[in-house]
């Protein structure tokens, strides 16, 4: 069959999913029809293909290739196309479904990417592995962004096996409809594989974000393949570092909207694998989507700390109103020039109607203020607070300070009922008594208005002010505790009460003569 097969054919079929590939003879038997004999002779092997490529390209300049390390290739692709991610969130940027491969004496690939960008992917992993056997298939998330692909990966590649996590294999299955036992690797936390010169370990990672989710770490380099965390939204335009970009201006808004709308809920899982994270020696973060870490990972693993704590990043305010006529809308823009006069500086004032909601969801994981203006609307909350107030509650936000605005023109309790959502987060704060007017604020609520804007202005200063003293108490008790000796080049410490003659210092490089005892 496959020697008949022309490779236009042989991707039509593959297009037509697993029935075009039974139909044309290309499952073998035991694949995908639930036997577990070996991959019978029907199967065309890799040679016979007729791919035309020789294996010799590994080098960025073909579609998306980039190199990450000595033996390792970003083969994955971003989609510009798509409006909303998951069918919910937009995403104005893109977004990258990330693939990689190690080239050792076994190759790995790992995870694949979502079916809208198959095109692009298997030109770049035919462009680099050519007529070369895929020893493994490394699936470290089932969700069909990156599992997608995964049905034509094992028919062009019928010598691969497939390693994955228990919980994996069942979504396998569920998705695919098939039956890969006799190609299949199960694997569990502190499992290994070897390539050769690369030794893999599994980390598992459940909920982070989907329950058989886990992480890869090769131990040769330092690279930890960690699923969906440490991604982001935004399509890779060529540039596949985080240092090739300026993340914090251009990135981070949409890694914390990421974050907070994908993994939000899961902080406590979330601080699990950190404390995993800790333990070994990370050099490379190599996520499923986004940009690849290799400088400055301790700042966004920061980012993930204090999100995953659900800590504010800023001592900053948000105001989220929800206007029909005005009235609110003023009240809402009336505070916040008042909070800018007081000195808080960077005051976001959100329409609930005209943002969406990931985006509010990602503000409130920001900041640690939050102003609610709601109008009242069939006897409750106007609808799209509402939402958002509920959308914080399924996101498990907690430890923030808000303050309340109702308005209404015969009967406002819209103030009531969302003290009533923001009660049920963990850890909420208030700031003044629910401020209440009817349908426009008069002169007597603008004072009110004014007052509440110097109660919180007072708040974020104090607190400002509290957690600079608790920063500087730290570091002098941490100054006081210290032991050891100090390299005077870079501020590195040694543990310990001699320094060896030949020490090196591992930060900079500087000798023993430019370290001081502490
Ligand atoms: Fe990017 Fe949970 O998938």
Request: with cysteine.
């Amino acid at each position: 069959m496959a020697d008949a097969m022309g490779r236009r054919e042989f991707l039509k079929a593959a297009a037509l999913g697993t029935a075009g590939m039974a139909a044309a003879g290309l499952f073998g038997t035991s694949v995908f029809a639930g036997e577990t004999e070996a991959v019978s002779g029907e199967t065309p092997s890799r040679s016979e293909q007729a791919v035309p490529f020789k294996g010799k390209k590994k080098f960025a300049g073909v579609g998306s290739v980039r190199k990450v390390s000595d033996d390792t290739y970003y083969i994955g692709a971003s989609d510009k196309r798509l409006e909303l991610f998951e069918n919910v969130y937009p995403i104005p940027r893109g977004i990258s479904y990330n693939s990689y491969i190690i080239f050792d004496e076994k190759t790995a690939l790992l995870d694949t990417v979502d079916k809208s960008v198959t095109g692009q992917y298997f030109e770049n992993m035919d462009a680099i592995l050519g007529t070369q056997t895929l020893d493994y298939l490394i699936v470290n998330h089932m969700e069909p962004d990156h599992s997608a692909a995964i049905s034509e990966v094992l028919v062009r590649h019928p010598e691969t096996k497939v390693v994955t996590t228990a919980a994996a294999a069942i979504l396998l299955n569920q998705f695919f409809d098939c039956d890969i036992s006799d190609r299949l690797i199960t694997v569990k936390e502190g499992d290994t594989l070897e390539l050769g010169r690369h030794t893999l370990t599994f980390v598992e990672a459940p909920m982070v974000h989907w329950p058989e989710v886990m992480m890869t770490f090769d131990m040769m380099t330092g690279v930890l393949y960690s699923a969906d965390a440490f991604g982001t939204f935004g399509a890779l335009d060529g540039n596949l570092f985080a240092d090739e970009v300026n993340f914090e201006q251009d990135w981070l808004p949409d890694a914390r909207r990421y974050y907070t709308n994908i993994v939000g809920k899961y902080g406590s899982q979330v601080q699990d694998v950190l404390a995993k994270a800790a333990s070994i020696d990370i050099k490379m973060i190599c996520p499923l989507h986004g940009p690849v870490w290799r400088e400055n990972l301790g700042w966004f693993i920061g980012k993930y700390d204090l999100w995953s704590r659900y800590e504010p990043e800023d001592r900053a305010v948000m105001v989220v109103y929800g206007s029909i006529y005005g009235g609110t809308e003023s009240a809402a823009n009336a505070l916040a020039a008042k909070l800018s006069q007081d000195g808080v500086a960077n005051v976001a004032v959100y329409d609930v109607s005209r943002t969406h909601v990931s985006e509010l969801v990602a503000e409130a994981f920001r900041v640690s203020h939050i102003v609610l203006a709601s109008i009242t609307y069939n006897a409750g909350i106007f609808t799209p607070m509402r939402s958002f107030l509920l959308d914080l509650e399924d996101h498990a936000l907690a430890n923030r300070t808000f303050a309340i605005i109702e308005n209404g023109s015969w009967q406002p309790v819209s103030g009531d009922l969302m003290r009533e959502i923001t009660d049920s987060l963990s850890g909420s704060e208030y700031i003044g008594d629910k401020l209440t007017f009817m349908s426009s604020p008069d002169s007597d609520d603008y004072i009110a208005i004014c007052d509440l804007a110097d109660q919180i202005a007072n708040d974020v200063k104090d607190g400002a002010g509290k957690a600079a003293a608790e920063d500087e108490t730290v570091t002098e008790a941490e100054g006081t505790s210290a032991q050891g000796w100090r390299c005077r080049v870079c501020g590195y410490i040694y543990e310990g009460e001699n320094l060896p003659d030949d020490y090196v210092c591992p930060v900079c490089g500087a000798g023993p003569d430019q370290f001081e005892k502490l």
